[in-house]
Nanobody, 116 residues
Framework: QVRLVESGGGLVQAGGSLRLSCAASGTIVSIAVMGWYRQAPGKQRELVAT???????YYTDSVRDRFTISRMGAKNTAFLEMNSLKPEDSGVYYC??????????WGQGTQVTVSS
């Protein structure tokens, strides 16, 4: 039973920073891809960033150059450094992982609220 647990969300003023962490608990597996999704009220969940085991990264256009994703592959741990936060960044952020056998894992989400 693999579970991804997020932490680091909270309330921050526009222009501030937050660092989200995601740690695996339960059965340890090798995760090929880790990432972060977010969902704002009334909107669909969107992919924010991903990072592969080879450290290749992807960012959605709205966060590129402001957010940085990183991981500790051996520990199946991911981080999302969020800088220059905007109110539009507010939402529930979910950690995501996919094993080499294409099994997906999700965290329960952590709330990020950016005040104007």
């Amino acid at each position: 039973q693999v579970r991804l647990v997020e932490s680091g969300g909270g309330l921050v003023q526009a222009g501030g920073s937050l660092r989200l962490s995601c740690a695996a608990s339960g059965t340890i597996v090798s995760i090929a891809v880790m990432g972060w999704y977010r969902q704002a009220p009334g909107k669909q969940r969107e992919l924010v960033a991903t990072i592969t085991s080879g450290a290749g990264t992807y960012y959605t256009d709205s966060v590129r150059d402001r957010f940085t994703i990183s991981r500790m592959g051996a520990k199946n741990t991911a981080f999302l450094e969020m800088n220059s936060l905007k109110p539009e960044d507010s939402g529930v952020y979910y950690c995501y992982g996919r094993s080499y056998r294409a099994v997906e894992y999700w965290g329960q989400g952590t709330q990020v609220t950016v005040s104007s």
